[in-house]
């Protein structure tokens, strides 16, 4: 019903920056919040933030705020994840996901983008 199509991914130097994009289509539905996971390496998949589609209203985990930020531009149905001040351990594949407001269960996932930070 819905998909996910993220872009921006690659290979950054410790301190650079990368802008992540992720473009949904599909069914549309009334309480929803789009964001970002991360899996790296031999790691669990970890959050890494979300916006509440209707108020904007934006959570961050504790390892990005400050350094990342969640936008959304709602005529295009596109989340951002602008990534400043990026560190190795950022390395890992990045999925945008959308989350039920009304379940909390994360319903939909993108296919993944590698963002790969050299120190």
């Known amino acids: 019903q819905v998909q996910l199509v993220e872009s921006g991914g690659g290979l950054v130097q410790a301190g650079g920056s990368l802008r992540l994009s992720c473009a949904a289509s599909?069914?549309?539905?009334?309480?929803?919040?789009m964001g970002w996971f991360r899996q790296a390496p031999g790691k669990e998949r970890e959050f890494v933030g979300r916006?509440?589609?209707?108020?904007?209203?934006?959570y961050y985990a504790d390892s990005v705020k400050g350094r990342f930020t969640i936008s959304r531009d709602v005529a295009k149905n596109t989340v951002y994840l602008q990534m400043n001040s990026l560190k190795p351990e950022d390395t890992a594949v990045y999925y945008c996901?959308?989350?039920?407001?009304?379940?909390?269960?994360?319903?939909?996932w993108g296919q993944g983008t590698q963002v790969t930070v050299s120190s």
């Open positions: 916006i509440i589609w209707s108020d904007g209203v934006i």
């Open positions: 996901v959308v989350q039920s407001t009304r379940t909390a269960i994360y319903d939909y």
């Open positions: 599909g069914r549309t539905f009334s309480g929803f919040a």
